[in-house]
């Protein structure tokens, strides 16, 4: 989830992040098969033992390219596919996926493990392998609602209400995920000819729109860490159901209680995946990483530094998430094939009826 990291960073957890510089698939030229290069979004992080035990065992020294949010950096993929730079991408979901399928990013690979991953996470083809997987939701402010004596919102209908008008903050659809990922949710939700008309009662009720998520989460949020610091004034915000338990466990003292909640009416399931990149430097190095995000190993580190749950089958999750933060019941979700149908013509017009 893009830019949970931030959080971690703050606190000093030690995860390893690191930031290629220049063309990476130039450095895996150059050092042979010692160096394999993962290009994604601003949310990658990993424990350092974890990384240091695939690096070990496999050899290869691990580069990490982070290119922004995940739709600046599918998109940069994209523009650099003939000479990637990198071997693996990471980061890719399900609102995205058939922009890097139909413009030929990935090339084909099964990786090891493959078999173990639950099959609503499943997709057809060999050419992206499911990771991970979170719901998009509007968050909100547990002593905001406390204070003005105010029920939190519960389902997308209750954010048109009048009582919580100029409350809640987004992210741009046409620049963020969990921005797009909630343009879906509504689609889902009322149907191809009644998201326009819910989108519409959203910006007269005051929906302030940023272009990604840690603006809105850390810098306009009332509830975050990050916002608490920056006075922020909007007490909702898309985030993730994950988001909760992060406020927990980076907090010091640590509250007994979450300070912010999830409005689970209000949830869009998002599943990323990874692939080998079209004309890798190291297409060897490539399927070994790829082979090492399916471990129970990696699989198991996730949660706690990338706020996400795992997709493989025997794989556990930290207490907190089962705590704070627990996957949606019944979160809406939409064809990825629909999605492929829709999805820039419905940006295109969510663009021009609220940002214009």
Same mark, same amino acid.
């Given at each position: 989830?893009?830019?949970?990291?931030?959080?971690?960073?703050?606190?000093?957890?030690?995860?390893?992040?690191?930031?290629?510089?220049?063309?990476?698939?130039?450095?895996?030229?150059?050092?042979?098969? @010692?160096?394999?290069?993962?290009?994604?979004?601003?949310?990658?992080?990993?424990?350092?033992?974890?990384?240091?035990?695939?690096?070990? /065992?496999?050899?290869?020294?691990? /580069?990490?390219? +982070?290119?922004?949010?995940?739709?600046?950096?599918?998109?940069?993929?994209?523009?650099? @596919? !003939?000479?990637?730079?990198?071997?693996?991408?990471?980061?890719?979901?399900?609102?995205?996926?058939?922009?890097?399928?139909?413009?030929?990013?990935?090339?084909?690979? $099964?990786?090891?493990?493959?078999?173990?991953?639950?099959?609503?996470?499943?997709?057809?083809?060999?050419?992206?392998?499911?990771?991970?997987?979170?719901?998009?939701?509007?968050?909100?402010?547990?002593?905001?609602?406390?204070?003005?004596?105010?029920?939190?919102?519960?389902?997308?209908?209750?954010?048109?209400?009048?009582?919580?008008?100029?409350?809640?903050?987004?992210?741009?659809?046409?620049?963020?995920?969990?921005?797009?990922?909630?343009?879906?949710?509504?689609?889902?939700?009322?149907? !191809?000819?009644?998201?326009?008309?819910?989108?519409?009662?959203?910006?007269?009720?005051?929906?302030?729109?940023?272009?990604?998520?840690?603006?809105?989460?850390? +810098?306009?949020?009332?509830?975050?860490?990050?916002? @608490?610091?920056?006075?922020?004034?909007?007490?909702?915000?898309?985030?993730?159901?994950?988001?909760?338990?992060?406020?927990?466990?980076?907090?010091?003292?640590?509250?007994?209680?979450?300070?912010?909640?999830?409005?689970?009416?209000?949830?869009?399931?998002?599943? $990323?995946?990874?692939?080998?990149?079209?004309?890798?430097?190291?297409? @060897?190095?490539?399927?070994?990483?790829?082979?090492?995000?399916?471990?129970?190993?990696?699989?198991?580190?996730?949660?706690?530094?990338?706020?996400?749950?795992?997709?493989?089958?025997?794989?556990?999750?930290?207490? $907190?998430?089962?705590?704070?933060?627990?996957?949606?019941?019944?979160? $809406?979700?939409?064809?990825?094939?629909?999605?492929?149908?829709?999805?820039?013509?419905?940006?295109?017009?969510?663009?021009?009826?609220?940002?214009?």
């Amino acid at each position: 989830m893009n830019n949970k990291k931030f959080l971690a960073a703050v606190v000093g957890l030690g995860l390893v992040t690191l930031s290629a510089c220049g063309s990476s698939s130039g450095d895996s030229k150059s050092s042979g098969s @010692k160096s394999v290069t993962l290009v994604s979004h601003d949310s990658w992080a990993v424990s350092k033992s974890v990384l240091a035990d695939f690096e070990k /065992k496999s050899g290869y020294q691990v /580069k990490v390219l +982070e290119d922004g949010d995940a739709g600046q950096a599918v998109n940069k993929a994209i523009l650099t @596919k !003939d000479n990637p730079q990198g071997d693996v991408f990471f980061g890719v979901d399900n609102t995205l996926l058939s922009r890097a399928l139909d413009n030929g990013l990935f090339q084909s690979y $099964e990786a090891k493990g493959a078999d173990r991953i639950k099959a609503g996470y499943r997709v057809d083809g060999d050419k992206v392998t499911p990771i991970d997987t979170g719901d998009i939701c509007v968050n909100y402010d547990k002593a905001y609602f406390t204070a003005h004596k105010l029920q939190p919102p519960t389902s997308y209908d209750d954010l048109i209400k009048p009582a919580y008008k100029n409350l809640l903050v987004t992210e741009n659809a046409s620049t963020s995920s969990p921005g797009l990922g909630f343009l879906l949710g509504s689609a889902a939700k009322y149907g !191809d000819d009644g998201w326009q008309g819910y989108w519409k009662k959203l910006k007269a009720n005051g929906v302030k729109v940023v272009d990604g998520w840690e603006q809105a989460y850390n +810098e306009e949020f009332s509830g975050s860490a990050g916002g @608490k610091k920056a006075k922020a004034d909007r007490p909702l915000v898309v985030s993730y159901a994950s988001s909760p338990p992060a406020e927990v466990i980076y907090a010091d003292p640590k509250p007994k209680t979450a300070p912010t909640g999830v409005a689970q009416g209000t949830c869009f399931r998002q599943i $990323e995946y990874a692939g080998l990149l079209s004309n890798a430097a190291n297409a @060897k190095g490539g399927k070994a990483l790829l082979d090492f995000l399916l471990t129970k190993e990696f699989q198991q580190d996730m949660p706690l530094n990338m706020f996400v749950y795992p997709v493989v089958n025997g794989a556990q999750v930290p207490a $907190e998430f089962t705590q704070y933060g627990p996957q949606a019941k019944d979160p $809406e979700t939409m064809d990825p094939a629909k999605i492929a149908d829709n999805r820039d013509d419905w940006v295109k017009s969510w663009t021009s009826l609220v940002l214009k």
